[in-house]
């Protein structure tokens, strides 16, 4: 699998999702495109023809607004025509904004206000557990999620129960809706936290980096404990695109002009024909 | 027996048969009657801890992984604690969780004020796509659990802890989805819900010693309310009151008027607890600070038949 040029498609598709709309959570769809694609196209056990099937692993996506970037990699993933993509939050579509498990196949828990699908996730770990089955339970909260109450209720009941099956992400992309995160209410040391909380903790300097997500994976599978597992990916919000990244505290939901579509899905192109002719 | 026992009773006999039905406690199972079973199946039930908003939210994930979860805890952090858990987690996302609240209302007592719930049926009403049943005594309880358990959604069961005396005779015709005509008659219908049950029958007697001709209807499911029972009965009294153990507003008064609003407007005096919060007591001292006694259910029979046209 070559993960970046994967990465530089599903950027692509997030981008054709958004900017046909308009308007959309870009930011934080962007900051998470390298660990969709590990798991999706590494570690998870799946079956997009069988999107129920039993004993499959799951995501639990519950920064539930990066929607458009879990669309982009279960269409590539043939869970859902690709034509979909332009349907992004237009009428009577099944790619709302925010993750709705009764619209979309392939997406296993509808999330959106912010904590609960962290809670969600863990009662589905404590599910797998008491069916035996052997599931891995991925979740990925964002930074600023992690201000939610509910998400350290949840981290009490997961280390207590031993859930080791269950393996979260926190995007750290420093960035919230209004400011930084460290502006607002900073949720470092955030490792600390989770250590703290009883918890296996593995930072990964470089969050946009598949290969550090992958080593961090293999190593949460290989802990020698009954721990769950927390890690820390230190990432960067709208990044692989230059206007998006730039825009930093305005990226969290972002008006895409189609001039701005046409320049962006110009640079994504460009930059795939360059490694292309690598 | 204490509504608390008899439900456990109950619904262990199912968890027998179906290894999906879990309970999940947030430090109440002691009161709340689940202390035998997280003994006996302590993999299925237990304590997450005092953290509602992860416990409705762990049961909205378990039950979609196959599992019949339900929640238990006192009616206010069953309701209004985690309504956008119950909201986005359970209803929008459309889970097979069963949500108990106990010691609805006045029954709270000596916990008071801030355990003394008003609004949990006007808080959950207002969520699309949830059941809300509030059962009058166990013999109606048992007959309702079987339906809830195969009702595929979310649920609200009001329970008592404590003992209810027994009222409905005959329970084997129970549909949840319907209501309970105790009596029939002729000159003023009384809705009927709860603890508030056995009030409205005394109410009953009073009055037909007095030749007023009284229907009392018991609404054990508030939503969906049974509205062609309601209309029916309010068509042929023209004069209707409401008798609930919680605010007036949000509950069966409010949604008894709903339906006669747009379908059959006649005259609706309420028996409620009427817009203002609970104290410490005991029962039947708070159900006549509250004017929800007997009486007070006579004088508003009264009150509404001079309005009857």
């Known amino acids: 699998m070559d993960y970046t040029k994967k990465c530089l498609e599903i950027r692509r598709d997030i981008l054709f999702e958004i900017g046909t709309l308009g308007v959309g959570h870009i930011g934080g769809s962007f900051s998470i495109v ?35 970037a879990v669309y982009a990699v279960l269409c590539d993933k043939k869970y859902f025509p690709k034509d979909w993509l332009s349907t992004l939050n237009k009428p ?22 912010l904590g609960q699908g962290f809670s969600c996730a863990v009662g589905i770990a404590k599910a797998s557990k008491l069916k035996q089955d052997g599931a891995y339970i991925y979740t990925i909260i964002g930074d600023g999620e992690s201000q939610e109450g509910q998400i350290w209720e949840a981290a009490m009941f997961a280390s207590q129960h031993k859930l080791n099956n269950l393996i979260a992400f926190t995007d750290n992309n420093k960035l919230q809706l209004d400011n930084y995160t460290d502006e607002i209410c900073s949720i470092e040391p955030i490792d600390k936290k989770w250590e703290s909380f009883n918890w296996n903790v593995v930072r990964v300097k470089n969050g946009n980096n598949c290969e550090e997500i992958d080593k961090a994976i293999i190593k949460a599978k290989n802990f020698d404990n009954n721990l769950p597992t927390m890690i820390i990916l230190d990432t960067i919000k709208g990044h692989g695109l230059s206007f998006v990244e730039n825009s930093k505290v305005n990226n969290h939901s972002m008006n895409i002009t189609p001039d701005m579509l046409e320049s962006g899905l110009k640079e994504l192109s ?9 | 027996m204490e509504m608390r026992k008899f439900f456990s009773n109950e619904l262990e006999k199912y968890m027998i048969q179906n290894s ?51 929640i238990c805890s006192f009616t206010p952090f069953a309701t209004r604690r985690i309504c956008d858990q119950i909201a986005i987690s359970i209803c929008y996302a459309n889970q097979n969780v069963k949500i108990i609240g106990t010691d609805p209302g006045l029954t709270a007592e000596y916990n008071g004020g801030t355990h003394m719930s008003v609004e949990d049926i006007g808080v959950l009403r207002s969520i699309p796509n949830i059941v809300i049943f509030e059962p009058v005594d166990n013999n109606q309880l048992k007959y309702a659990l079987p339906e809830i358990l195969k009702y595929n959604g979310p649920v609200y069961i009001r329970m008592l802890r404590k003992e209810a005396p027994d009222i409905i005779n005959n329970s084997s015709d129970f549909n949840l989805f319907g209501s309970k005509i105790i009596k029939t008659g002729t000159d003023v219908t009384i809705f009927c819900s709860g603890i508030m049950t056995s009030e409205a029958i005394r109410a009953g007697e009073i009055l037909e010693s007095q030749n007023i001709s009284t229907e009392i209807i018991n609404i054990h499911t508030i939503k969906p309310i049974d509205k062609s029972t309601v209309i029916k009965s309010a068509q042929k009294t023209k004069a209707v009151i409401t008798a609930e153990n919680h605010n007036i507003i949000g509950g069966l008064y409010s949604a008894v008027c709903e339906v006669l609003s747009e379908n059959c407007p006649v005259p609706v005096k309420s028996i409620g607890i009427k817009d203002t919060f609970g104290q410490v007591g005991k029962l039947d001292y708070l159900k006549s600070v509250y004017n929800m006694q007997a009486d007070d259910i006579v004088k508003s029979v009264h009150e509404v038949l001079k309005l009857k046209k």
Do not use: W
């Open chain 1, 34 to 68: 390298e660990l969709l694609v590990v798991l999706y196209y590494k570690h998870m056990n799946i079956n997009p023809q069988d999107p129920n099937m039993i004993a499959r692993d799951r995501l639990i996506v519950s920064k539930g607004h990066s929607g458009p």
């Open chain 1, 92 to 113: 009577g579509t099944n790619l709302p904004s925010h993750c709705d498990m009764n619209r979309t196949p392939g997406i296993d828990m509808t999330t959106g206000s």
């Open chain 1, 270 to 278: 460009e930059m795939l024909s360059t490694m292309e002719a690598k």
């Open chain 2, 20 to 70: 999906n039905i879990v309970v999940l406690n947030a430090d109440l199972a002691k009161p709340n009657g689940f202390q035998d079973l997280s003994i006996k199946y302590s993999d299925r039930v237990f304590n997450v801890g005092i953290a509602e908003q992860n416990m409705a939210c762990m049961a909205a994930g378990m039950s979609s992984y196959g599992f019949i979860p339900f």
